[in-house]
Nanobody, 123 residues
């Protein structure tokens, strides 16, 4: 079992930056592709970013490709999401997820999920 705990969420203004972190316990993340998903208010959870097991390959949603950056530190069993120039439409609960599959996996392909951290972007 892998336990994931997100942190770093909060209230920010349009154009500001924010870094989210996800700490894992229970197992090493070395064997997992890691991803971030966002669930906007009243909407379905959607993909944001993913990195493969060693961080050398990544995949981003088109809407964040030039402004968000995901990284991982396997030695510390953590992943991070650097969010730059945030916009109000990026408001939502951000979830960290682990998958034994690829970085192109869909929501249902992720075996482990954190409880999420709330990000609210004001205009």
């Amino acid at each position: 079992q892998v336990q994931l705990v997100e942190s770093g969420g909060g209230l920010v203004q349009t154009g500001e930056s924010l870094m989210l972190s996800c700490a894992a316990s229970g197992r090493s993340l070395n064997n997992y592709a890691m991803a971030w998903f966002r669930q906007p208010p009243g909407k379905a959870r959607e993909f944001v970013a993913a990195v493969n097991w060693n961080g050398e390959s990544s995949h981003y949603a088109d809407s964040v490709k030039d402004r968000f950056s995901m990284s991982r530190n396997n030695a510390e069993n953590t992943v991070a999401l650097q969010m730059n120039s945030v916009k109000p439409e990026k408001t939502g609960i951000y979830y960290c997820a682990a998958s034994t599959g690829t970085i192109y996996g869909r929501r249902g392909d992720h075996q482990y999920w954190g409880r999420g951290t709330q990000v609210s972007v004001t205009s």
